[in-house]
């Protein structure tokens, strides 16, 4: 049961090529009556998989007790994912999983593979505010294990955080930036900034500006930015207001951002001008 995956630690740390130069939502509720029953594997946490040299992953956690971890490794060259589920006494499951091509269908990250004792697994998460007490979970988790179904939340976790951790904090001042620079089509970075938001954007034309709002959300001041200005994160990834573009749309492949309902927030856009297999993470 060794899976693997090609390229998928060069897809955790992209940057937009194309911005500098030119399915319902998953329930957070709490996972069905017998959900403990996928915690059938238990090993001592020493046998738990190797996840020290992991950069990239998520960490998951349901209502019912139960947590996890999904952590993208490299061993021997190649990548991996290692799933880890925690019942509430702490017993864990191990897993290996793979991507699901064609990646980010529907907009979502799903994966799949077995468990060390052999038994199916399938992971999906679904980019949006999931609510969980105490934490500010990134995505809705969906995983099966041999047919038993849990929901929750998870967290993308990584060396570096992507700005798009805070997407939620920063959608006022997004939204009033872009009623203010309509030119603008997506967003290529927010972040605190004076009290304020600092807003990034840009168009297919390689028009740049810089937007700032004050704390009570209304725009302060916009300028034109120059092509050799850029931040240290920036379009990694791009974010695009309220429409789902299809993926290969100015050389991105598209996560859906979503309500627990289903409504559509917008659109992260990781860049794979870097060559197939890129933006995995």
Not at 185 to 205: E, F, M
């Amino acid at each position: 049961m060794k899976h693997a995956i090609v390229a998928i630690v060069a897809g955790l740390a992209v940057t937009a090529c194309a911005t500098t130069s030119s399915q319902p939502g998953i329930s957070a509720a709490a996972p069905p009556p017998g959900a403990s029953a996928a915690f059938d594997y238990a090993p001592s946490r020493n046998e738990a998989p190797r996840i020290a040299s992991s950069r990239f992953g998520y960490d998951l956690a349901g209502e019912n007790g139960w947590s996890g971890e999904m952590r993208f490794i490299e061993e021997g060259g190649e990548a991996l994912i290692v799933l880890t589920l925690y019942d509430a006494d702490g017993a864990p499951t191990a897993a290996e999983l793979t991507v699901d091509m064609p990646y980010l269908s529907q907009g979502v990250r799903r994966f799949s593979g077995e468990t060390n004792a052999g038994q199916p697994v399938r992971v999906s998460l679904q980019a949006g505010p999931c609510e969980q007490s105490g934490a500010r979970p990134t995505h809705y988790a969906s995983i099966d294990v041999n047919g038993t179904a849990m929901s929750g939340c998870a967290t993308e976790t990584a060396q570096n955080d992507r700005w798009s951790l805070g997407l939620m904090d920063f959608l006022t001042a997004i939204d009033a930036c872009l009623m203010e620079v309509p030119e603008a089509d997506h967003v290529t970075i927010a972040q605190p900034s004076g009290g304020g938001v600092g807003v990034r954007l840009s168009n297919r034309n390689g028009e740049r500006w810089e937007c700032n709002t004050r704390a009570n959300g209304r725009v302060n001041a916009v300028r034109t930015l120059d092509p050799s200005d850029a931040l240290l994160g920036e379009g990694d990834p791009i974010f695009v207001r309220s429409v789902m573009p299809q993926n290969g749309v100015g050389c991105y492949a598209y996560e859906a951002v979503r309500h627990g309902d289903g409504r559509l927030i917008g659109a992260f856009g990781y860049d794979t001008c870097i060559g197939p297999g890129g933006a995995i993470g």
